[in-house]
């Protein structure tokens, strides 16, 4: 019978539970449900004042918002607000308006402002309770309004939301339709004040927050550290400050914001006798045995298990250097840590000959391909020659043998090495003048690169095989072949990667031919295109998955493309930034 692992922390954990927790159960339940019993009370006490206290913010704010409601609806100033009216107009309904506005900025304390906007008559006014804000709020009531204004509709959907500017807690609604809106601000400070003047000695205070516990008030006896915002789902909660207090909170539905209650809360022990004190003092003793054990425990068995379960995961992310550290106490723990640093120094060893015979295999194979594109186009090369030679002219064959001089100096570059697309250019043009030589019709190429770009790498011989597919495939009877050579810089998230589009007016790929290439399957030998196919497979060996190439068929001709990274060289990056 197979049985489920387990760890030795976890075991000695749980032998040690059962010899303690049920000695210690009985005592705690006791004092733990007297205190339970004592605490809800006094929660269910905060509630309920919350309740009421929530009921007439909520009225209130319903009838200021009705009242508004009613302006937008049957005023006539107010109408003139969605509509386009003249100067005069403007100015008289705005007048009028504002009289309401302060109308009801007086008979509400609690508003600290109104804002009338009509975006029509390009009006935007503030109203505000006299001399109560500083520039810097009114600045920040300015920013909502235009971040309201960018999706009013939406805005005006969500009813009451709570903000907080520069340092105050305000509730922001806007009303109204069309272009013409009302923003009202409701000062949570005022109402927060309101109630602390009024209430006794003794007696607890309200508090706002947002949905996840964001402060919204301020208040000298409660600072925002004691907003625990992830109990807010609790009955109720301690603070840990000086001065402790029975925090209860509940959420408005139509505000959006949490009232919270503190009660100044006298302690556990305030209602408990002492043969209470006494069980419940024992009862703290032995608990505080446990940590005690286990911290001896920890120290000797639990942490050299810990040091090498960490390294081991280390080592199984990739780190293989890391090592265990031996010098523990228990002898046991020290010979499985000195045996497992041995094992691990063995296996980087063996592991270092493995990459290094997987790099010779690579760099055989990148030879073996590189070789495969180099003969035909020499035995051409011998054969343009000869025929010079029988025609005496040995002044052009002097300058087709230093351009093939040039072509083999090129060609015979290490394949691991990395080209500026300046000296591969350079080659492509050498190239092409080559086979000049040899044909009879004309030939057109046109390049098209950022001077910037020129000094970028890549892989020696990337562009010239596609010029040398298009020369013995790509030529039509009585028709200029024309070559074109794109090269751009695309600008990516991670890093940029260079583009190379390659495209000819000739024959394009027969259907099977295209097929295999832009597969990008491992290397296989093909009789024809060899050169593109070795490109596609050098391209994988060099950059992997970053690195793709596409060929397509045009409707005269045939394109290709290359994407592989690269980097701009930094000072040609800052001149181009310039």
């Known amino acids: 019978m197979k049985f489920k692992s387990i760890s030795l922390k976890k075991h000695l954990i749980f032998t040690m539970g059962i010899f303690v927790i049920p000695m210690i159960f009985c005592l705690l339940f006791y004092n733990y449900y007297s205190i339970k019993t ?61 009289l309401k506005y302060r109308t009801l900025l007086s008979n509400n304390q609690n508003l600290g402002s109104i804002c009338l906007v009509s975006e029509k008559n390009e009006l935007q006014r503030f109203f505000y309770q006299e001399s109560r804000y500083s520039i810097e709020t009114k600045e920040g009531m300015s920013r909502i309004v235009e971040e309201y204004l960018l999706n009013p509709k939406e805005k005006s959907a969500k009813g009451w939301q709570p903000f907080r500017v520069n340092g105050e807690g305000f509730l922001v609604r806007l009303l109204g339709y069309n272009g013409g809106y009302t923003f009202l601000f409701v000062d949570l400070s005022v109402t927060i004040q309101n109630q602390i003047k009024n209430r006794s000695e003794g007696e607890g205070f309200l508090y706002y927050t947002t949905i996840r516990g964001e402060a919204l008030s301020r208040q000298e006896e409660v600072g925002e550290s004691e907003l625990v915002t992830n109990k807010l789902d609790h009955e109720y909660y301690l603070t840990e400050n000086e001065t402790k207090y029975l925090v209860v909170n509940q959420y408005s539905d139509l505000l959006h914001v949490r009232f919270f209650y503190f009660i100044p809360y006298k302690g556990y022990f305030f209602h408990m006798d002492r043969m209470q004190s006494l069980f419940l003092f024992l009862s703290f003793f032995m608990v505080l045995l446990i940590p005690v054990c286990y911290v001896l425990i920890s120290k000797s068995y639990f942490k050299p298990m810990e040091a090498l379960i960490k390294t081991m995961q280390k080592i199984r992310d990739g780190n293989i250097d890391e090592k265990v550290n031996s010098n523990y106490i228990i002898k046991e723990f020290q010979e499985v840590n000195v045996t497992f640093n041995q094992m691990m120094t063995e296996i980087k060893n063996l592991k270092i000959e493995s990459w290094e015979r997987r790099l010779q295999k690579n760099r055989a194979e990148l030879q073996y391909l590189q070789l495969q594109i180099k003969p035909h186009f020499f035995l051409n090369c011998l054969k343009n020659l000869y025929g010079m030679a029988e025609l005496k002219r040995y002044e052009k064959m002097q300058g087709m043998i230093i351009q093939i001089s040039s072509y083999l100096r ?126 596609c497979q050098r391209l994988f060996l060099i950059y992997g998955e970053k690195a793709m190439l596409q060929c397509n068929n045009l409707e005269e001709g045939a394109q290709c493309e290359m994407i592989l990274p690269v980097k701009v060289p930094k000072e040609q990056r800052e001149e181009k930034e310039e």
């Open 410 to 535: 090129y060609f015979f570059n290490d394949n691991m090495s990395l080209v500026a697309i300046g000296d591969e250019i350079n080659h492509v043009k050498n190239y092409i003048s080559l086979q000049k030589y040899s044909l009879e019709q004309d030939v057109e190429c046109e390049f098209e690169i950022e001077e910037q770009l020129k000094e970028c790498i890549i892989p020696v011989l990337l562009i010239q095989p596609f010029v040398e597919n298009s020369f013995k495939y790509g030529r039509k009877t009585n028709q200029t072949l024309r070559i074109t050579i794109r090269i751009i810089e695309l600008a990516m998230e991670e890093e940029n990667m260079l583009d190379i589009i390659i495209t000819d007016n000739g024959n394009g790929f027969k259907q099977e031919v295209l097929e295999q290439l832009n597969e990008q399957t491992p290397y296989q030998y093909t009789e024809n295109n060899v050169g593109i196919a070795n490109i």
């Open 38 to 98: 004592l605490n809800n009370e006094v929660a269910q006490s905060g509630k309920n004042t919350i309740i009421l206290y929530q009921s007439q913010v909520e009225y209130d704010l319903q009838k200021v918002s009705q009242t508004i409601a009613d302006y937008w609806a049957n005023n006539y100033d107010h109408a003139n607000m969605i509509h386009k009216v003249d100067k005069l107009t403007k100015h008289l309904s705005g007048y009028e308006i504002g």
